[in-house]
């Protein structure tokens, strides 16, 4: 044991600091700025900051505003890709911050960070979510039943419950409806993440009010205005695979209809 | 190091925030409104249905005017003539002509309805558009069940 103490040379700590030191790297985070209480035009500004490419570019953005521009505003809670506050357009895709890992972002260039799109900016990186979530209440997300209530926990065996386990996954993160050109174009739509919520209940053995969400979604601003370009798709941070979703429910139309 | 927002010429300020900018057509408390019909399903299958149609008969019919028996040169207002003789031959551009126009109507109505912005901008390029179709239909119609090989 105190053979390996007789070479001489630096402890553990300061290898560990010089090591960390030598990992990071600069970047250049170029992010879209808005404040209605300075201007009413939105501009880029760049900051470059010194950091390990193995954080994500929500640990960039808490650097920038504990230590750069407190200014700076942004939403998160849980940080760790479950609550879907922070999705942003991050190098011109929709990401959740806490998700990306810079080195996979090619951090020798301007890595621009811009709010998710489709709706109204109020501050930097923050959106008005309102007109989101009115979609996702308009195709009522909860369970529908008839009957009495029955005295034990509604069952449901393991294939029925297969059925509709990749929409459950949904964090209503919004990377995917601010993804979709038909949402930028007409807010109207009902969006992805709307119909893949529809898609959960729909599907689901125990659920009653199928009928209704499909009523609701065959409307002029529903399902029929998917034009399957799969951006919401690569959005999800979960790896839902929402158009499938909202091609099932066409079906699921079509089938009941004819 | 970084470049700051300095334009404070029009004097926002806490008590003065510029003015919210809303994207078109936003959803509002109101809308969307339901119409309750089926339209838009049937819309939709009828793309995808008379798609299929089309590649059949439109690949056909190019194959038969550009490239069988010695290709675009025979034909002639005789050639086609002989054509129109035939009651099949009829039907075939009868289908063609207005599956190809509702088909090509129902995508631009859709990308009319994607891209205007103005509720009256939507309304008169889609007037304008199913005027056009219904023109362009009933005068095929009617040139393909009244054409008479004998003018002179």
Redesign the interface.
Same mark, same amino acid.
């Given at each position: 044991m105190s053979s390996t103490l007789t070479k001489p040379g630096p402890g553990p700590e300061a290898a560990a600091g010089t090591s960390a030191a030598a990992h990071k790297i600069t970047a250049t985070f170029r992010i879209r700025r808005y404040d209605p209480e300075v201007s009413d035009k939105a501009v880029w500004q760049d900051f470059t900051i010194e950091i390990d490419p193995k954080e994500r570019v929500l640990d960039a953005l808490h650097q920038i505003k504990w230590d750069v521009d407190g200014t700076l505003t942004f939403r998160r809670s849980c940080a760790h890709g479950i609550c879907g506050s922070d999705a942003m357009r991050i190098n011109g895709r929709n990401r959740l911050a806490c998700k990306t890992l810079i080195k996979d972002l090619s951090p020798e260039k301007p890595i621009t960070v811009e709010p998710i799109k489709g709706m109204t900016v109020l501050k930097d990186l923050i959106v008005d979510m309102e007109p989101f979530f009115q979609a996702y209440r308009d195709v009522m997300p909860f369970l529908i039943t008839t009957g009495n209530e029955p005295t034990r926990e509604r069952r449901q065996s393991a294939a029925d419950r297969e059925r509709f386990d990749d929409t459950t996954k949904c964090i209503l993160c919004a990377a995917c409806t601010s993804s979709c050109p038909v949402f930028w174009n007409d807010g109207q739509y009902f969006g992805p993440a709307a119909i893949v919520n529809a898609h959960r209940f729909i599907f689901d053995s125990r659920d009653e009010g199928g009928e209704q969400r499909l009523e609701i979604l065959n409307d002029k601003d529903g399902v029929w205005r998917c034009r399957t370009t799969f951006n919401c798709t690569d959005a999800c941070p979960r790896g839902i695979e929402v158009t499938k979703a909202i091609q099932e429910v066409k079906k699921a139309l079509i089938t009941r209809r004819f | =190091?970084? !470049?700051? /927002?300095t %334009? %404070?010429t029009?004097g926002?300020? @806490?008590d003065? #925030? &510029? #003015? $919210? /900018? %809303? @994207? @078109? *057509? +936003? *959803?509002t *408390?109101r809308? @969307?409104r &339901? !119409? $309750?019909t089926?339209y838009? =399903?049937y +819309?939709?299958?009828f793309m995808r249905l008379s798609g299929i149609l089309l590649v059949v008969l439109v690949l056909g019919h190019l194959l038969i005017q550009l490239v069988l028996d010695g290709g675009v040169s025979k034909v002639s207002f005789a050639f086609v003539a002989g054509r129109w003789a035939s009651p099949f031959w009829q039907v075939w551009d009868l289908l063609m002509l207005w599956l190809a126009m509702l088909h090509g109507t129902t995508g631009l109505r859709t990308i009319i309805? %994607?891209?205007a912005q103005r509720d009256g901008t939507r309304f008169w390029l889609k007037m304008l558009l199913y005027t056009a179709a219904a023109f362009t239909i009933v005068l095929g119609t009617l040139v393909i069940f009244t054409f008479d090989p004998n003018i002179r």
């Amino acid at each position: 044991m105190s053979s390996t103490l007789t070479k001489p040379g630096p402890g553990p700590e300061a290898a560990a600091g010089t090591s960390a030191a030598a990992h990071k790297i600069t970047a250049t985070f170029r992010i879209r700025r808005y404040d209605p209480e300075v201007s009413d035009k939105a501009v880029w500004q760049d900051f470059t900051i010194e950091i390990d490419p193995k954080e994500r570019v929500l640990d960039a953005l808490h650097q920038i505003k504990w230590d750069v521009d407190g200014t700076l505003t942004f939403r998160r809670s849980c940080a760790h890709g479950i609550c879907g506050s922070d999705a942003m357009r991050i190098n011109g895709r929709n990401r959740l911050a806490c998700k990306t890992l810079i080195k996979d972002l090619s951090p020798e260039k301007p890595i621009t960070v811009e709010p998710i799109k489709g709706m109204t900016v109020l501050k930097d990186l923050i959106v008005d979510m309102e007109p989101f979530f009115q979609a996702y209440r308009d195709v009522m997300p909860f369970l529908i039943t008839t009957g009495n209530e029955p005295t034990r926990e509604r069952r449901q065996s393991a294939a029925d419950r297969e059925r509709f386990d990749d929409t459950t996954k949904c964090i209503l993160c919004a990377a995917c409806t601010s993804s979709c050109p038909v949402f930028w174009n007409d807010g109207q739509y009902f969006g992805p993440a709307a119909i893949v919520n529809a898609h959960r209940f729909i599907f689901d053995s125990r659920d009653e009010g199928g009928e209704q969400r499909l009523e609701i979604l065959n409307d002029k601003d529903g399902v029929w205005r998917c034009r399957t370009t799969f951006n919401c798709t690569d959005a999800c941070p979960r790896g839902i695979e929402v158009t499938k979703a909202i091609q099932e429910v066409k079906k699921a139309l079509i089938t009941r209809r004819f | =190091m970084s !470049t700051l /927002i300095t %334009d %404070d010429t029009q004097g926002f300020g @806490p008590d003065n #925030p &510029a #003015p $919210r /900018i %809303d @994207p @078109p *057509r +936003a *959803r509002t *408390r109101r809308s @969307p409104r &339901a !119409t $309750r019909t089926n339209y838009e =399903m049937y +819309a939709w299958v009828f793309m995808r249905l008379s798609g299929i149609l089309l590649v059949v008969l439109v690949l056909g019919h190019l194959l038969i005017q550009l490239v069988l028996d010695g290709g675009v040169s025979k034909v002639s207002f005789a050639f086609v003539a002989g054509r129109w003789a035939s009651p099949f031959w009829q039907v075939w551009d009868l289908l063609m002509l207005w599956l190809a126009m509702l088909h090509g109507t129902t995508g631009l109505r859709t990308i009319i309805n %994607d891209y205007a912005q103005r509720d009256g901008t939507r309304f008169w390029l889609k007037m304008l558009l199913y005027t056009a179709a219904a023109f362009t239909i009933v005068l095929g119609t009617l040139v393909i069940f009244t054409f008479d090989p004998n003018i002179r």
